[in-house]
């Protein structure tokens, strides 16, 4: 009874300050006030409001121990407290940026590349029918990917181009979920177009990129409007498009200097020849992962 009596004699303050009260009121008004401001305030508070809800939210804490227990005490729980929450915030937010970056990463690839060793494979249908004969894989999708340079007027980029079965992607990737404006099946549109003809010039130096945007037309982006156009579609990261200043409907140029529009890389000893292809963008995604808001096509 004396361990008991001691240890609850230094636990309990049995002495009221009105002070004490009136700050544990002061502050509960104060987390009140910016839970509701939180929800119900402008976008740009909602960060501001966290950070003075936790605040108040502390200080109610406190003073509320306060008006129990003696000041050791409350410093005691006060710690264990506000390392627990510490700690638990630092593993949510671990695991929420696991969890989006993963999302991002799978948005626009799949769960598993399979990649040839040399330029293609030999049987690329056989490679697909294997994969799909395995009882954990949903489905299995082709997928072409070059690096290539895309002009608009006087802008230009170097772009991975990464061409696709709309169909099939659309059943391996969450990219239609990704789309700000557009359809993936667009790209069904003039899927085997006829690049114009080919340039001796063998690099992407600015005379490449000038013969490009002369050859382009002039009247690009009201081709594209038209519902008849006989371009291939073509959808852009959020990024690149703003970089290149272009919007759905409008029209690009796409240089390919290491590998020809036909789907397979050029594996000749012979240098590569420059093709140009008109392509209109139909299609814009967001996957909120720079790396492909700004490089891929």
Same mark, same amino acid.
């Given at each position: 009874?004396f361990e008991l009596f001691t240890s609850w004699r230094y636990l309990y303050n049995p002495r009221q300050s009105r002070l004490y009260d009136r700050i544990l009121i002061a502050f509960f008004l104060f987390t009140t006030l910016n839970i509701v401001l939180f929800f119900t305030g402008p976008a740009w508070y909602q960060f501001i ?12 804490? *406190? ?26 915030? *630092? ?10 970056? #993963? ?22 249908? #056989?490679?697909? /029918? ?6 954990? *894989? ?63 010039? *063998? ?65 000749? /000893?012979?240098?590569?020849?420059? /093709? ?18 700004? #490089?891929?096509?």
């Open positions: 009874m409001g966290a950070i003075l809800f936790g605040f108040g939210l502390l200080g109610t804490s *406190v003073f509320l121990l306060l008006h129990f227990f003696s000041v050791f005490t409350t410093i005691s729980i006060s710690s264990v407290l506000l390392g627990t929450t510490v700690l638990t915030l *630092v593993w949510s937010v671990s695991s929420g940026f696991q969890r989006e970056f #993963k999302e991002k990463i799978l948005g626009v690839n799949g769960h598993i590349l399979l990649m040839p060793q040399g330029a293609t494979f030999p049987d690329p249908e #056989k490679t697909l /029918q294997i994969a799909r004969e395995d009882g954990d *894989v949903v489905e299995a999708a082709p997928f072409n990917l070059n690096e290539m340079l895309i002009v608009r007027d006087d802008r230009h980029s170097g772009v991975l181009v990464k061409g696709i079965s709309p169909y099939l992607a659309s059943r391996v990737l969450d990219l239609p979920q990704h789309l700000l404006a557009g359809n993936i099946f667009q790209l069904e549109r003039n899927q085997f177009p006829l690049p114009a003809e080919a340039s001796a010039i *063998v690099d992407d130096s600015e005379e490449t990129v000038e013969d490009a945007r002369t050859a382009a037309p002039k009247n690009g982006d009201d081709y594209c409007k038209q519902p008849d156009h006989k371009w291939p579609g073509i959808i852009l990261g959020s990024g690149l498009a703003r970089r290149m200043g272009v919007q759905m409907g409008d029209a690009l140029t796409l240089l390919s200097p290491m590998s020809s529009f036909n789907m397979a890389m050029d594996t000749s /000893q012979i240098a590569p020849t420059v /093709q140009n292809l008109d392509v209109c963008v139909v299609g814009i995604f967001f996957a909120g992962f720079e790396e492909y808001d700004q #490089k891929l096509a």
